[in-house]
């Protein structure tokens, strides 16, 4: 391997050489089905037309204008997000980190416009990830990740999953106190890196009522379960409720970089020209890729047919797991699918015998491997991850006696 690449990940001895559709190939015509998406970004898998199209045709005429200037294409996508998530305004930025800071920024200055200053700090759930940035560590639930990169700033908090009890004792300290300090809520409605982990039914709904009443702002961090990724375009869309800000990124443009955080007019009030900015964010070959990618999955019934496999998909892992003695518990909404595996399987056992059999995972908390095909995976290609997946449990069962 190139020593002169830093080694802050755990890389798989594994290069690609092209994609088509939902496969990766190796420069030795080696097909691995991606079942990855490059942890949730390929959305329309590789190589797909519209895409390629879009992009090819825009870095013939430009690429980069920097927001110093109006960018008719990030107008665009603007208008195209907040029709359809239902918010008011958009920010553009390049990545999720950039996107759940962007929205914590957002959410502490909205607070600050109020004339609420001593309002600063997030609630986070317990086994949320929110990105690698000094402030999303400390939003973000893995004290490990954190090691050797204090300190830490302050005003993040975390409260126990799904225990709206605990979040609302909190809360009533919190105003008890005489001087809130509470600014927003921040969850992900399914966690990603949490093991495909979803919030209980109906919890967004109670907290959206939860917030109203403490006066404090929610956040939804849609990088991972957003753009299609649970089903609807937005996770939050069947619970019927409106997050004041949403921060989105991965499966934004299908690959290339891009963050976005949509808000209420509320919060957008508060950003006044010069309180945030980015110089690469939205600039327009990134909104050219996010337009061709909102376009293909707002297409006529391409959201249905997300939800139809999926559903299909779920029902072949619950017997899956059924004929082999309960080795797994399938959850997730959508294609954010998790295994969890039971004692005594490893989920790195399973994603390396999966990979061995041609079937690209990521392994993710609680032992569990993700499944996070590209929203265009065929019923087909299904079939083939389904009989991949059985084989993998055997290799994994050989191994073992
Ligand atoms: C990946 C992820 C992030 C961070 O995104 P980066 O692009 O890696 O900075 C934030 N929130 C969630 C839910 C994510 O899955």
């Known amino acids: 391997m190139n020593n002169a690449v830093m080694g802050n990940y755990g890389r798989i001895d594994l290069a690609f050489d092209h994609g088509e559709g939902s496969w990766l190939i190796t420069a030795y015509g080696d097909r691995y089905l991606d079942c990855a998406s490059g942890i949730a970004v390929n959305t329309l ?108 700033p302050d005003g993040f908090e975390h409260f126990p999953f799904g225990n709206m009890n605990a979040l609302r004792d909190r809360l009533v300290e919190d105003a008890e106190s005489g001087s809130p300090e509470i600014a927003a809520i921040m969850v992900e409605q399914v966690q990603g890196e949490g093991g495909a982990k979803p919030l209980p039914e109906g919890f967004l709904g109670q907290l959206r009522a939860l917030c109203d009443e403490f006066g404090c702002l929610l956040i939804a961090d849609e990088v991972q379960i957003g753009v299609g990724r649970s089903g609807h375009l937005f996770s939050f869309e069947p619970e019927g409720i409106r997050p004041d800000i949403v921060a989105m990124a991965k499966g934004l443009a299908g690959g290339f970089p891009v963050g976005a955080v949509l808000t209420s007019e509320e919060v957008a009030t508060a950003m006044t020209p010069g309180s945030h900015g980015s110089t690469f964010g939205g600039n327009p070959l990134a909104m050219v890729a996010a337009r061709a990618v909102l376009g293909v999955l707002t297409g006529d019934g391409f959201m249905a047919g997300v939800r139809q496999r999926s559903t299909r998909l779920m029902g072949m892992l619950h017997a899956i797991a059924a004929d082999h003695d309960h080795a797994f518990t399938p959850r997730g909404q959508g294609f954010l699918i998790g295994l969890v595996m039971a004692e005594p399987y490893q989920a790195g056992d399973v994603v390396a015998a999966l990979r061995d059999g041609g079937v690209l995972s990521v392994p993710a908390s609680e032992n569990t491997v993700r499944l996070l095909p590209p929203l265009t995976i065929t019923d087909a290609e299904i079939d083939i991850l389904a009989n991949a997946l059985k084989k993998a449990l055997s290799v994994v069962d050989g191994n073992r006696t």
């Open 45 to 152: 898998g590789h190589a797909h037309p519209a895409l390629v199209e879009a992009v090819r045709e825009q870095a013939g005429k430009l690429w980069h204008v920097s927001n110093l200037y109006r960018i008719p294409e990030q107008e665009e996508v603007a208008a195209m997000l907040v029709d359809l998530a239902g918010m008011d305004r958009a920010f553009f930025c390049n990545s999720g980190a950039e996107a759940t800071e962007g929205a914590v920024k957002m959410a502490r200055r909205a607070m600050h416009h109020r004339g609420e200053t001593g309002r600063h700090t997030i609630l986070c759930s317990e086994g949320a990830f929110h990105g690698r940035t000094i402030a999303m560590l400390a939003a973000t639930d893995r004290p490990a990740f954190r090691e050797g990169f204090g300190p830490m």
